[in-house]
């Protein structure tokens, strides 16, 4: 049954070889004594041409089997490979036999023009990886894991599997999923049983007994893991997490999910600066990875998607980042203020349009901001001398805005447990936390990298559901 892969077949020298492959086709074109076919099989961008030649001699079994043949009818063909007298391709299979494997009805399949809109395809979901567009995605998508693997493992990183429920808020924002097994709707009809009218808040929330949920406590599909990152990069010195991440957070943006990836590197003994420097040799390598290993697939962004895409990408690769502090950055931005629907000033935390004039207008490259005010960051970043801007970290690309977040982490026990209890969380929900730095504390940093502003950033496409397989936002969790 199985066959060779198409891109590997594309990649030989044509010899009059005999070869057999499968797929699906894409198109079929039928003149006087020649039909041609266009089958992918999604293992490299290209489709390979299927040559059929009435002047050679074609069977009446072959000619039913083309008839029958319409677009995304799956097929498995054996032929010889030679060099294509036509246009538009270098090699093509002259073939000798073909067979169907399932068929496609013309008037059923969804995927019968060439350009559908993005929004239909997202409707289709489940076929949208066989157009071209979505094919590309899902490769560079691979890529850009294998590539990021890469990196850290290149460089002495262990990668970390931190777990996916949790029963802490690793951002203290409160955005998060709640797991039970509690069966909500008896618990609704108890408070109305219980006479609900005019029933205190508290009394209600009383009714429900998480010693009897499945944890024996409140639970949450985890934010972020970098809190347990951390325990293993105060022990392995320098670690990495890759996995699926959710926030509740309300937001219907192209820039945001309530289910995305998120890679997070943390590191012992690593100060804001050192941060700083693997965040860019970080971001220069996977794009150097597109650009150079994802040829194929980057020339069609570049030519359908983004004009251009592919110098922009190469000039990022060969320049240095911005790094500016935020007291700065609003400094900048408080000169351009008319430019603005809210308005800079010190203290706001930076709008997408603040992020995106830094980033396009002023400097025209990626920018990082340091030293943020504490009062619009998360609990665990490291507090500055000053005593009112904290140690973090943002990493800005033109077009898009954040890509990155990160931060010196505070190491001092004294410090940090004032800045949990001063922003209402509770010391004990962080108990394991505050123990690293109460055992063996060190200086430590690390970041978050969003996997799919990555992908939005190095494909050009500009709807963030448009570079997961199946996106969950508010309202959308179909398929
Ligand atoms: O800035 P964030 O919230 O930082 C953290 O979660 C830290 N714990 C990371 C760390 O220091 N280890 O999120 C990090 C990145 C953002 O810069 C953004 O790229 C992405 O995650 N991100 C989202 N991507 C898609 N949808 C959302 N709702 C996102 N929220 C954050
Ligand atoms: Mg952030």
Redesign the pocket.
């Given at each position: 049954m199985k066959t060779e892969l198409i891109r590997n077949i594309l990649s030989l020298k044509a010899e009059n070889q005999p070869v057999e492959l499968s797929g699906w086709v894409r198109t079929k074109r039928d003149s006087k004594n020649l039909v041609f076919l266009q089958v992918n099989d999604g293992s490299c961008f290209s489709s390979i041409q299927l040559t059929f030649d009435r002047e050679k001699g074609i069977s009446p079994e072959t000619e039913d089997t083309l008839k029958k043949i319409t677009t995304g009818t799956s097929v498995v063909a054996k032929g010889i490979l030679t060099v294509s007298p036509g246009k538009g391709q270098a090699v093509e299979v002259l073939t000798e036999n073909i067979k169907i494997l399932g068929e496609a009805p013309a008037e059923t399949y969804p995927l019968q023009k060439k350009n559908h809109t993005f929004e239909f395809l997202r409707e289709n979901a489940h076929l949208r990886a066989r157009t071209n567009t979505f094919g590309a995605v899902a490769r560079i998508r691979s890529q850009m894991a294998y590539a990021l693997h890469t990196f850290f493992q290149e460089q002495g990183f262990q990668y970390v599997h931190t777990p996916i429920i949790t029963t802490s808020d690793?951002?203290g924002a409160g955005e998060m999923f709640q797991v039970t097994t509690l069966d909500l709707k008896a618990l609704a009809e108890k408070a109305v049983s219980a006479g609900n009218k005019g029933m205190q808040p508290e009394k209600a929330a009383s009714l429900i007994d998480y010693s009897k949920d499945f944890f024996g406590k409140p639970a949450n599909l985890t934010?972020?893991g970098?809190l347990e990152?951390e325990t293993y990069a105060t022990a392995l010195s320098r670690v990495y997490t890759f996995g699926p991440t959710f926030?509740a957070?309300n937001?219907n943006t192209t820039?945001?999910?309530?289910e995305?990836w998120?890679c997070?590197p943390?590191m012992a003994f690593y100060d804001l600066k050192d941060n700083m420097d693997t965040a860019e040799a970080f971001v220069k390598h996977l794009l150097n990875w597109a650009l150079t290993k994802c040829r194929e697939d980057m020339e069609f962004f570049d030519q359908r998607i983004q004009k251009g895409l592919i110098e922009t990408l190469t000039n990022v690769v060969n320049s240095e980042f911005i790094r500016i502090t935020y007291t700065d950055a609003v400094k900048e931005l408080e000169k351009h203020n008319g430019n603005f629907e809210f308005k800079a000033y010190w203290g706001c935390d930076l709008q997408s349009e603040h992020e995106r004039y830094l980033t396009e207008q002023i400097f025209k490259k990626p920018v990082i901001v340091t030293d943020y005010p504490k009062e619009i960051k998360?609990f665990y970043m490291k507090l500055n001398e000053d005593g009112k801007t904290v140690r973090a970290m943002?990493v800005l690309v033109p077009g898009l805005g954040?890509?990155?977040?990160?931060?010196q982490r505070e190491e001092s026990y004294d410090k940090l447990l004032s800045r949990i209890t001063e922003l209402g969380l509770k010391p004990e929900d962080y108990w394991w936390y505050l123990d690293l730095r109460k055992f063996g504390s060190v200086p430590h940093s690390?970041?978050?990298?969003?996997f799919?502003?990555l992908l939005l950033y190095v494909t050009g496409m500009s709807n963030?559901r448009d570079v997961i397989p199946y996106p969950r936002a508010p309202k959308l969790a179909d398929f």
């Amino acid at each position: 049954m199985k066959t060779e892969l198409i891109r590997n077949i594309l990649s030989l020298k044509a010899e009059n070889q005999p070869v057999e492959l499968s797929g699906w086709v894409r198109t079929k074109r039928d003149s006087k004594n020649l039909v041609f076919l266009q089958v992918n099989d999604g293992s490299c961008f290209s489709s390979i041409q299927l040559t059929f030649d009435r002047e050679k001699g074609i069977s009446p079994e072959t000619e039913d089997t083309l008839k029958k043949i319409t677009t995304g009818t799956s097929v498995v063909a054996k032929g010889i490979l030679t060099v294509s007298p036509g246009k538009g391709q270098a090699v093509e299979v002259l073939t000798e036999n073909i067979k169907i494997l399932g068929e496609a009805p013309a008037e059923t399949y969804p995927l019968q023009k060439k350009n559908h809109t993005f929004e239909f395809l997202r409707e289709n979901a489940h076929l949208r990886a066989r157009t071209n567009t979505f094919g590309a995605v899902a490769r560079i998508r691979s890529q850009m894991a294998y590539a990021l693997h890469t990196f850290f493992q290149e460089q002495g990183f262990q990668y970390v599997h931190t777990p996916i429920i949790t029963t802490s808020d690793a951002e203290g924002a409160g955005e998060m999923f709640q797991v039970t097994t509690l069966d909500l709707k008896a618990l609704a009809e108890k408070a109305v049983s219980a006479g609900n009218k005019g029933m205190q808040p508290e009394k209600a929330a009383s009714l429900i007994d998480y010693s009897k949920d499945f944890f024996g406590k409140p639970a949450n599909l985890t934010v972020s893991g970098q809190l347990e990152a951390e325990t293993y990069a105060t022990a392995l010195s320098r670690v990495y997490t890759f996995g699926p991440t959710f926030r509740a957070e309300n937001s219907n943006t192209t820039r945001h999910l309530a289910e995305f990836w998120m890679c997070e590197p943390e590191m012992a003994f690593y100060d804001l600066k050192d941060n700083m420097d693997t965040a860019e040799a970080f971001v220069k390598h996977l794009l150097n990875w597109a650009l150079t290993k994802c040829r194929e697939d980057m020339e069609f962004f570049d030519q359908r998607i983004q004009k251009g895409l592919i110098e922009t990408l190469t000039n990022v690769v060969n320049s240095e980042f911005i790094r500016i502090t935020y007291t700065d950055a609003v400094k900048e931005l408080e000169k351009h203020n008319g430019n603005f629907e809210f308005k800079a000033y010190w203290g706001c935390d930076l709008q997408s349009e603040h992020e995106r004039y830094l980033t396009e207008q002023i400097f025209k490259k990626p920018v990082i901001v340091t030293d943020y005010p504490k009062e619009i960051k998360a609990f665990y970043m490291k507090l500055n001398e000053d005593g009112k801007t904290v140690r973090a970290m943002d990493v800005l690309v033109p077009g898009l805005g954040e890509i990155i977040g990160g931060s010196q982490r505070e190491e001092s026990y004294d410090k940090l447990l004032s800045r949990i209890t001063e922003l209402g969380l509770k010391p004990e929900d962080y108990w394991w936390y505050l123990d690293l730095r109460k055992f063996g504390s060190v200086p430590h940093s690390g970041f978050g990298l969003g996997f799919e502003r990555l992908l939005l950033y190095v494909t050009g496409m500009s709807n963030i559901r448009d570079v997961i397989p199946y996106p969950r936002a508010p309202k959308l969790a179909d398929f």
